[in-house]
């Protein structure tokens, strides 16, 4: 492609409402420009990157057995409400009316649709497993749209569905999709991690994220400092086990803390360590309060206690409602002679000796409190987030924190959508059984923006060779030179008879601008025309380390293909 016939308008200037780098460099580079909030149009080189990291998942889909369709983005609400999303999925699910005033809602996922589908055409279990996918357009009216691709409210997504008999072939088919995602990531040059992930809303078991490791990541991954275990912070499971001392259980004291509300503040006030505190919550479980107890250096893992109550929803409870339940403000709330609620505790709890809690009386706590003597609970339970050096649950190693993007989630749904909208199969002895289902997803337009987030430099973009929009930059230092004009014309065509894909730089720019530029874009090889074109010479530069080579044109085409290989 020759420049002068396309268009990749670069900016200099960084654009003052990109925060993160792979917001700004996309925008800067030429290969995205926004048009409305978290929505964009992919100029020539962003459409180039989306079509390889397309063509990588189609490669690595087809392999593992699934098959492409394509499903309308419009989609009816009667859908939705036979699923029961239509009312339960809120305002990120675009909806709109036909000239009829019939409801619909813009694809934000294709649960329903590939369910109501696969309904219709599949009977038997003989049909089954069946894996489907596409690479389409969703539509979420996200309530912050930010960092470019990163999240937008109109993106691309490759999502896939499995359905199956029993539960062992859905265990087979989300192994092997698992590997593809690993396979798609790998060949993308990400460096990311499968994480053990929260099922949360959508009512499923099993299931993984992949998280391309980014300190602009919005989600926090624990993971193991020598195993490859590694969960979302959300699941990390707490092993710790903790002892208790062999002191004394001292009477129960009730004290004056004037004004001292937090762990810090009051521990410090009686002389105690925050670990010795009990820090007590009052969270709103669906339509019931209960009191929740943790280690005052640890924090309540709301998703944990959500599923450990196999609640829907799990809040902390409000201002007012705390001082109407339990007497008091969020600073005093303790569990002794707590009557009206139920209280449940993390583990860490019970092995406190001689610990202090609130009083439920403003500005009054207890001391030498001892759990099971002073107070009971309903359970004791993992209901904490896991901590920087906490043991890793695989028994190996200590964890470690990292920030993460999630680009890619696995998911074994089992028959939620199929019991809901009714999607049976006939199995061998004739019983008519409810689909087993699976889904998967990768974001490709946020894939395209985790790499430029991975791969860059104070220049620009870095593309790895497997997704950059083109091979090689061909540039000629001055076009008005008709030696460099016909060599770069004859390389152009020479190497793009090679097989390889070519952006010849033909703008009558200064060379500046036109290395600066190149820079910015960021392809793998560039190759100046320059002082030696009459000799046939040209100069190749590597973009990711700077080696610089002169090169005879007729060793050119092997020698960056030879670059492009190792790279
Ligand atoms: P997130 O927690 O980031 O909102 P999600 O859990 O809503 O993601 P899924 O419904 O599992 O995401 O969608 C599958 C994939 O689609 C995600 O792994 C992610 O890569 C991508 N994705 C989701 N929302 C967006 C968005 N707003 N913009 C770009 N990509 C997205
Ligand atoms: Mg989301």
Known sequence: MKQSMTLIPTLREVPSD?????HQLLLRAGFIRQNASGVYTYMPLGRKVLQKVEAIIREEMNNAGAAELFMPALQQAELWQESGRWYSYGPELM??????????????????VITSLVRDEVKSY???????????????????PRFGLLRGREFIMKDAYSFHANQESLDQVYDRLFQAYSNVFKRCGLNFRAVIADSGAMGGKDTHEFMVLSDIGEDTIAYSDTSDFAANIE????????????????????????????????????QVQEKDCIKSLLFKVDDRQILVLVRGDHEVN????????????????????TKEVLGCSVGSLGPIGVENVEVFADHAVEAIVNGVCGANVEDYHFKNVNPERDFKVSAYADLRFIKEGD????GQGTIVFAKGIEVGHVFKLGTRYSEAMNAVFLDE????????????????????????????????????SNITPFDVHLIAVNMKDSDQAALAEELYSNLKDSGLDVLLDDRQERPGVK????????????ITVGKKAGEGIVEVKIRKNGDMQEVHKDQLADTIKGILQEL
């Open 515 to 526: 290395f600066a530029d190149s820079d910015l874009i960021g392809l793998p090889v560039r």
């Open 391 to 394: 043991p890793s649950p695989d």
């Open 429 to 464: 002895n004739g019983r008519t059984q409810p689909m087993i289902m699976g889904c998967y997803g990768i974001g490709v337009s946020r894939t395209m923006a985790a790499v430029a987030e991975q791969f860059s430099d104070e220049n620009g973009l870095v593309w790895p």
């Open 126 to 144: 003989k049909r089954l497993p069946l894996t489907l996918y596409q690479i389409q357009t969703k539509f979420r009216d996200e309530k912050r």
């Open 95 to 112: 909806r709109l009316r036909d000239r009829h005033d019939r409801e619909f809602a813009l694809g934000a996922t294709h649960e329903e």
């Open 235 to 270: 699941m990390a499971p707490v092993t710790a086990v903790y002892e208790k001392s062999s002191e004394p259980a001292n009477s129960l004291e009730k004290v004056h803390t004037e004004n001292k509300k937090t762990i810090e503040e009051v521990s410090s006030f009686l």
């Open 18 to 22: 990109a925060e993160v780098k792979s």
């Open 302 to 321: 709301d998703i944990k206690l959500k599923n450990f109550l196999e609640a829907s929803v799990v809040e902390l409870a409000d201002v007012n409602t």
